[in-house]
């Protein structure tokens, strides 16, 4: 069983960063692929970003490749994801996700189904 909770969400202008966090607890997380999704009101939960259980492998959603960064700290059980340059648009709820089966980061990383274990969100508004 793996238990994942978000944090570091909030309001913030235009133009500016925030750094989500996803503490997990439970067995075997540093062998688990890491998925952050995020759901606008009124829309579908939608693929953000994906780490492999090494951190060496990537894959980030069109939408934020070169504003947003996931990493990984095995030593604290804890991925993250750096948002820069933020605009009204990445106003979502943040969700965090384990694949706890196939610990590798393929294009198949951003499907919902592909994680069994989710997080509770952290809410994040950009104004203009």
């Known amino acids: 069983q793996v238990h994942l909770v978000e944090s570091g969400g909030g309001l913030v202008q235009a133009g500016g960063s925030l750094r989500l966090s996803c503490a997990a607890s439970g067995r075997s997380f540093d062998k688990y692929a890491m998925g952050w999704f995020r759901q606008a009101y009124a829309k579908e939960r939608e693929f953000v970003a994906a780490?492999?259980?090494?951190?060496?492998?990537?894959l980030y959603a069109d939408s934020v490749k070169g504003r947003f960064i996931i990493s990984r700290d095995k030593a604290k059980n804890t991925v993250y994801l750096q948002m820069n340059s933020l605009t009204p648009e990445d106003t979502a709820d943040y969700y965090c996700a384990a694949d706890s089966i196939y610990g590798k980061v393929n294009t198949l990383a951003t499907m919902r189904i592909k994680y069994d274990y989710w997080g509770q969100g952290t809410q994040v508004t950009v104004s203009s």
């Open positions: 780490i492999s259980w090494s951190g060496g492998n990537t």
